[in-house]
T-cell receptor, first 114, second 112 residues
Framework: DTEVTQTPKHLVMGMTNKKSLKCEQH?????MYWYKQKAKKPPELMFV???????INESVPSRFSPECPNSSLLNLHLHALQPEDSALYLC?????????????FGPGTRLTVT | QKEVEQNSGPLSVPEGAIASLNCTYS??????FFWYRQYSGKSPELIMS????GDKEDGRFTAQLNKASQYVSLLIRDSQPSDSATYLC????????????FGSGTKLNVKP
């Protein structure tokens, strides 16, 4: 089973709202990722958690706040977003096996900021 | 210089033909190579991974890796209209194996 689940599928939020995106995997993967993808562009890395610790933050604005409560769950907390933050937000996971681990994506959350 | 480069396409092939998708990378420390298929509005789906020089076949798909030339390709035999999608090449390196570098993707159109 190579399933990564994400909720919600769609989210519309105003610029003053606070919302959270959720991601879950049960493959025993110890690396989890958040990506942002705009139309006709490749996924853009935001954050990487390795063994539940934040290992990469690609200079993401503080209005995006990641959280890894345990090895299976990953959250992305959203606050005071801008319309340009509208995008497909993808969660992914991979094994920590010295770099040969394959990365699997969830179905994504389509976020619209109004 | 981009770490991973792909021709954006579109690449158009007739149904039943072989589609050849290419990707070059700049970091000689790259060690793992992946091909993803992404349908419009959907998330990327892993279709092939390759770690050593040579060919790797899986059904109608063959991945080819040439580390000396820093080149990885994906061949799709007997192309079907359902193969029409954007194909993303991804690479990670020994120095930072948690970071996957993506190419910009090649759009493939398979015409019936």
């Amino acid at each position: 089973d190579t399933e990564v689940t994400q909720t919600p599928k769609h989210l519309v939020m105003g610029m003053t709202n606070k919302k959270s995106l959720k991601c879950e995997q049960h493959m025993g993967h110890r690396a989890m990722y958040w990506y942002k993808q705009k139309a006709k562009k490749p996924p853009e890395l935001m954050f990487v958690y390795s063994y539940e610790k934040l290992s990469i933050n690609e200079s993401v604005p503080s209005r995006f706040s990641p959280e890894c409560p345990n090895s299976s769950l990953l959250n992305l907390h959203l606050h005071a977003l801008q319309p340009e933050d509208s995008a497909l937000y993808l969660c992914a996971s991979s094994h920590q096996t010295g770099g040969s681990g394959e990365q699997y994506f969830g179905p994504g959350t389509r976020l619209t900021v109004t | 210089q981009k770490e991973v480069e792909q021709n954006s396409g579109p690449l158009s092939v007739p149904e039943g033909a072989i589609a050849s998708l290419n990707c070059t990378y700049s970091d000689r420390g790259s060690q793992s190579f992946f091909w993803y298929r992404q349908y419009s509005g959907k998330s990327p789906e892993l279709i092939m991974s390759i770690y050593s020089n040579g060919d790797k076949e899986d059904g109608r798909f063959t991945a080819q890796l040439n580390k000396a030339s820093q080149y990885v390709s994906l061949l799709i035999r007997d192309s079907q209209p359902s193969d029409s999608a954007t194909y993303l090449c991804a690479v990670n390196t020994r120095a930072n194996f948690n970071k996957f570098y993506f190419g910009s993707g090649t759009k493939l159109n398979v015409k019936p």
